[in-house]
């Protein structure tokens, strides 16, 4: 399982999916599903990072526009 730790959160799943090269790092399809599964997860967790900076972003300008009314 090296192939795991160099692949970011960033590369999509489908990517890793269809990379040959990915599937035959793992020696049981146990361990290359619950990398798929691992990645996905960190997938899930960036984009809920992403949006709650914009939420937190959106709250901060909303919060400077009333001081300056």
């Given at each position: 399982?090296?192939?795991?730790?160099?692949?970011?959160?960033?590369?999509?799943?489908?990517?890793?999916i269809a990379d040959d090269a990915y599937v035959m790092a793992f020696q049981t399809v146990g361990h290359y599903r619950t990398a798929l599964l691992q990645h996905a997860d960190a997938l899930t967790a960036q984009q809920k990072e992403v949006a709650a900076g914009e939420l937190n972003h959106s709250a901060n300008l909303d919060d400077s526009q009333g001081e300056h009314a």
């Open positions: 399982m090296t192939k795991q730790s160099t692949n970011t959160p960033q590369q999509s799943l489908r990517a890793l």
